[in-house]
């Protein structure tokens, strides 16, 4: 008896179930008006909002939110004399990629978004594309450093640097004109020492485009190849990691992480370990660009690390112009005093230009057209100006920085054409 | 009665069948089908996972191993040896089994909490090397492009849920035979039933072995679906999450945790935009069902369908009463 | 050869560090018989609260980590008497997954309140180096070795040498017998509870100083912690010192000699087959039937 009655639940609760997903998951209501254009624009979101992530997710969400209530405030996007408002979608993808093909075919499929801000985290950035690639939807992002969404995908916009030409920034940097180094104000003695380069990163997608970006720039300018040291993901100390990257006997070190709690503490561990301390000249620290931030360095301070003499890039020259201010305060004004400002920054840029680039379209549907026109975009960043090049990805000179006294300085020196060889336009496997 | 009653199962056996061959003429949108099959991934997973947790009481933490086995061996199989589906998935089914089999003889030397862990350290010695045999998993990158088992989204669902019928009632004619009963009386008392002369250890080998095999294939049915094979898919996070799915369905009760599969994953879809909020949930969910709900969403139904019968009958404090 | 004993002094104060946040592990196992999973979780919540004692109160570092002990405690106690206390006649799974629900529920409200924003502890220490027939070791690595110790002794000298200690240890033996021998066992349960959440304040607090302080930080350490007492066996104090030096110097030594992404693997490996051979850890009790 019981076995029949298991069976009937079984039947009645599938039943309940499945209408369930069908009533449940569709809350998106479409406002279409007759000739096909809505006057909502939806843009999708898929970001790391918990997890280990959560931090650059949470300022990658912020950035949008800030670019959208920006636009909204303002009546809306202008596409072809009609306001149309923008309505964001962001669902937490966490830290599993088969989420991220769940809510991609939900962006797509239900809430019928044809562009998609995110994912960050590599992987699941590969899953999203195959879905939106075919289906003609538009992906962007500001922080995912990935030729993943520059060459390896048809409908996408990678609106940052990614990690092979970021290492080629450095590693120019270190093959300049002395007289160059010297006029930038940078200690030419210790940087023509330099003759071993070694990495420490996690060990995970971004950081492997890295290395290859690294050693390719090595060997391309005569500099001896150090090695790597690459931390498990879920490393809690990081002592063992750092010392054997002190037995590498390198002279210059890039520290390829990108999140302050995977950097602060190897920084705290090479001050400790002698051998790698950068203040007393034992190396040369290279930094990841957010490392380059203000943020960063007063984080650092405040832990009792000094990041001087640290080289670092960055896509933007030092946040000292009126235009930049303006933002951030706009920004901690908007998210409290605590945001990542820079990190926030980026994103809002790489969205307010997408939206220029709807409203020349002239369209929110015609995502042929709309790639077009993107593409001839010019956006006056607080930065730089930006523009993409014919495979989606910024156009976006580095801007290399030092840290002096807590502060971060410009050199001056900047490069763009020269970095863009190798693993700077192909995707690393 | 006992034909009546086969008769009945039948007809309703019939009616779910129905209902599930004609959904897919009604659900046009490629979401919905992606969740169903996905749901219905997990619960092929979470049935075989369940005849463990349920029927012995050994919690395991590391079954997210025996997914992304099946789930690598099938990708590989098919992209770098050409293989057929039909080459590729029994084979990672298989793989998936005889790793879990070799596993099985000494973790259940373990109980417990010591059980609990034992299976997590071999499910992180699994993804360490997903993670960094590069030349054949594809290291952090994983294996990406891996080919679709089906040009459409139907086929999957057809191909996947006829897989959750055929496996679900062969997990449920083992749970209703000797076999099952056999574990029971194990999972009331070991040493009991060692004494009336059940090979406890065989038994326990036999249904680890099998929850391996049917993961595995799960895990092969996911990486086609999705179209990439990567570490992060397969982590500790995953296997909880199996553990959470089982419990919150009901352990023990086999229909429970295929309910669960489908609840969480509807629970994940409606508070998607609650991020941290969504996460709470689930934590705050885990307890009170143990606390209050022992036997999960199927417990509890059937908990108020005999209250309302009659009241007083006692149940059993523990969802998976632990060995010790 | 000082590349080898650079790595073991290395391991020893990873270790150390790891044994600190075990120890409470322990405790609560000791009583309870459980394997808190989200213990890691009050972990994080330690850390958090000497910031905000920092920040907020002005206090400084050793106040603050006083405070949080204290705090800490209490939310230990809260735990076990909301949570765990209840549960008494469910089995030993259903407490371990009743952790995993804690630890998705602390983490999360954590993420939600506290923003997922860095948060720094000031500590006291300099970046100082002590060097030793060419070994090095800094300051803070020191100060969390003496403290693991100072807290093992003290624990000891708890268990074995003070009433509640006494009873403790009676109701870690023989629960029954305890209670007829007219303990409080609820009490001694509390009392865990408060030891197990007041040490992990200290470890977190000083790994949180040594690192830097997020409402992710409980999870990893916490896995490193539960594989540092299975291997040394579960409510066992001496395991979790064996426990957590082993780990440290295997982890230590696989980075220096194997590789550094693999290193881990050294690590579930050892545990594995350690258990394999010896079911209940090295020093772990077989469990009470």
Redesign the interface.
């Known amino acids: 008896?019981i076995?029949?009655?298991?069976?009937?639940?079984?039947?009645f609760?599938?039943?309940l179930?499945?209408s369930?997903?069908?009533a449940?998951?569709s809350n998106s209501s479409t406002s279409t008006n007759s000739n096909g254009d809505s006057d909502v624009f939806k843009l999708g979101g898929l970001m790391s909002?918990?997890g280990a992530a959560a931090l650059l997710g949470t300022s990658e969400k912020q950035g949008v939110d800030l670019a959208i209530d920006e636009i909204n405030e303002a009546g809306g996007l202008d596409i072809n004399g009609k306001k149309v408002k923008v309505e964001f979608?962001?669902?937490?993808v966490g830290?599993?990629?088969?989420k991220a093909?769940?809510?991609t075919?939900?962006l797509?499929?239900?809430d019928k978004v044809n562009m998609i801000v995110g994912a960050r985290?590599?992987?699941q950035l590969?899953?999203e594309l195959?879905i939106t690639d075919p289906a003609k939807v538009i992906v962007f992002n500001a922080t995912a450093s990935t030729p993943l969404l520059s060459v390896g995908a048809k409908y996408g916009f990678n609106f940052t640097d990614n990690g092979a030409i970021e290492k080629h920034s450095l590693i120019e940097l270190l093959a300049d004109d002395p007289a160059v180094l010297e006029k930038a104000g940078l200690d030419v003695d210790r940087i023509k020492d330099v003759k071993r380069v070694a990495l420490f990163g996690r060990?995970?997608?971004y950081v492997?485009q890295g290395v290859a970006g690294a050693k390719e720039a090595s060997e391309k300018h005569g500099f001896e190849w150090a090695g790597d040291v690459l931390f498990?993901?879920g490393t809690t100390d990081f002592l063992p990691f750092v010392t054997k990257l002190k037995e590498l006997k390198p002279d210059a070190v890039i520290l390829d992480t990108y999140s302050y709690e995977l950097m602060l503490p190897p920084l705290k561990e090479m001050l400790q370990i002698g051998g790698l301390d950068w203040t007393k000249g034992d190396i040369l620290l290279l930094g990841n660009d957010v490392m380059g931030t203000q943020h960063f360095a007063d984080t650092a301070k405040e832990e009792g690390i000094n990041v001087d003499g640290a080289i670092t890039f960055s896509a933007a020259a030092v946040g000292t112009t009126p235009e930049i201010d303006a933002l951030y305060e706009r920004i901690k004004k908007k998210f409290g005093k605590d945001a990542q400002v820079s990190g926030i920054a980026q994103t809002y840029e790489a969205t307010m230009m997408v939206f220029k680039g709807l409203e020349e379209a002239g369209t929110t549907t015609d995502t042929d057209k709309i790639i077009e026109a993107i593409k001839k975009t010019e956006y006056d960043g607080v930065r730089f100006k930006m523009t993409v090049d014919e495979y989606g990805q910024l156009v976006q000179p580095e801007f290399m920085l030092t840290i002096e006294d807590g502060v971060v300085k410009d050199t001056g020196i900047t490069y763009l054409e020269e970095l863009y060889y190798g693993a700077a336009n192909e995707i690393v496997? | 009665m006992s034909k009546i009653?086969s008769n009945?199962?039948l007809l309703?056996?019939l009616?779910?069948l129905v209902?599930?061959l004609l959904?897919p003429l009604f659900?046009n949108?490629?979401?919905?089908l992606?969740?169903?099959v996905?749901a219905g991934i997990w619960a092929i997973v979470v049935l075989g996972l369940d005849l463990l947790?349920g029927y012995t009481?050994?919690?395991s933490f590391g079954h997210a191993a025996y997914f992304g086995i099946g789930g690598y061996t099938s990708a590989i199989l098919v992209m770098k040896f050409g293989a057929p589906f039909w080459v590729s998935l029994p084979i990672a089914a298989i793989l998936a089994g005889v790793i879990g089999y070799l596993i099985s003889k000494?973790s259940f030397?373990?109980?417990?909490?010591?059980f609990?862990?034992?299976t997590l350290?071999?499910a992180?010695?699994v993804n360490?090397?997903f993670?960094?045999w590069e030349s054949v998993t594809?290291?952090?990158?994983?294996l990406?492009?891996v080919p679709a088992l089906f040009p459409n989204l139907k086929l999957y669902f057809y191909f996947v849920y006829a897989f959750l019928i055929i496996i679900g009632f062969i997990i449920y004619r083992l749970a209703?035979s000797p076999v099952g009963k056999a574990l029971i009386a194990t999972k009331e008392n070991e040493n009991l039933a060692q004494s009336i002369g059940i090979d406890i250890l065989r038994m326990k080998q036999f249904v680890f072995t099998l929850s391996c095999v049917i993961a595995g294939f799960g895990g092969a049915l996911?990486v086609h679906l999705?179209?990439?094979a990567?570490p992060?898919?397969f982590?500790?996070?995953?296997s909880?999450e199996l553990?959470?799915i089982i419990?919150i369905g009901g352990a023990g009760t086999l229909?429970g945790p295929?309910?669960g599969a489908?609840?969480l994953l509807?629970l994940s879809?409606?508070l998607?935009?609650f991020?941290?909020?969504?996460?709470?949930i689930?934590?705050?969910?885990?307890?009170l069902v143990?606390?209050y709900f022992p036997g999960g969403i199927v417990g509890g139904?059937k908990r108020l369908?005999t209250s309302m019968k009659k009241k007083g009958r006692k149940l059993d404090?523990?969802?998976?009463?632990?060995?010790? | 050869m000082v590349e080898f004993f650079q790595s073991i002094v290395n391991g020893i104060a990873v270790g150390s560090a790891y044994t600190l946040t075990g120890l409470g592990l322990t405790v609560i196992f000791s009583v309870y018989?459980?394997?808190n999973l989200a213990h890691g979780e009050i972990y994080m919540l330690g850390a958090f609260i000497s910031f905000f004692s920092m920040s907020y109160l002005n206090v400084p570092f050793f106040v603050a980590i006083v405070i949080s002990m204290i705090a800490s405690g209490v939310i230990g106690m809260i735990l076990e008497r909301l949570?765990f206390r209840?549960?008494k006649?469910?089995?030993?799974?259903?407490f371990?997954?009743?952790t995993?629900?804690?630890?998705?529920?602390?983490?999360?409200?954590a993420?939600?309140v506290f923003t997922p924003n860095i948060r720094s502890i000031q500590g006291p220490f300099e970046q100082n180096t002590f060097n030793f027939l060419g070994l090095n070791i800094s300051q803070q690595r020191l100060f969390i070795i003496i403290i693991t110790v100072i807290l093992i002794v003290a624990l000891h000298y708890f268990n074995f040498h003070t009433k509640t200690g006494k009873q403790m240890r009676a109701v870690a033996q023989d629960k029954h017998a305890a209670q007829l021998m007219g303990i409080n066992v609820n009490r001694m349960g509390v009392i865990a509870f408060f030891i197990a959440a007041a040490l992990a304040a200290v470890a977190g607090t000083l790994m949180g100083d040594m690192q830097s302080i997020n409402p992710a930080m409980g999870f990893a350490p916490l896995?490193m912690a539960?594989?540092v007492v299975?291997f040394g066996g579960?409510g066992s104090v001496i395991g979790a010192i064996v426990g957590g030096l082993t780990i440290g110097i295997v982890q230590s030594l696989s980075v220096t000699y194997f590789?550094s992404?693999?290193s881990?693997?050294l690590l579930?490996?050892i545990?594995?087959l350690t258990?394999?051979v010896m079911?209940?850890?090295l020093f772990?009790r077989k469990?009470?039937?």
């Not at chain 1, 076995?3 to 039947?11: E, P, Q, R, T, V």
């Not at chain 1, 979608?89 to 937490?92: E, G, H, L, N, S």
């Open positions: 008896m076995n029949k009655k298991k069976f009937m639940m079984s039947a609760m599938s039943l179930i499945f369930l997903i069908l449940g998951c909002l918990t979608i962001p669902y937490d830290e599993d990629p088969t093909v769940e809510y075919q939900r797509i499929n239900n985290e590599n992987t590969a899953g195959k060990n995970e997608m492997k498990p993901p496997e | 009653t009945k199962k309703s056996l009616i779910v209902i599930v959904l659900i949108n490629a979401f919905y992606q969740i169903l996905v947790v009481g050994y919690v000494p030397r373990l109980t417990g909490t010591y609990a862990i034992g350290a071999f992180e010695i360490i090397i993670t960094n594809g290291g952090v990158y994983g990406i492009g209703a996911l999705v179209g990439f990567s992060l898919s982590t500790v996070n995953t909880l553990i959470v419990i229909i295929v309910f489908f609840f509807i879809q409606y998607a935009t991020t941290e909020l969504r996460l709470m689930y934590g705050l969910v885990l307890i143990i606390k139904i369908a404090g523990t969802i998976t009463s632990a060995k010790s | 018989r459980i394997l949570v209840p549960m006649n469910h089995g030993e799974a259903d371990l997954i009743v995993v629900g804690l630890l998705f529920f602390i983490s999360n409200l993420m939600y896995l539960v594989i299975i579960l590789s992404a693999l881990n693997i579930y490996l545990l594995f258990l394999m079911p209940n850890g772990g469990s009470y039937e």
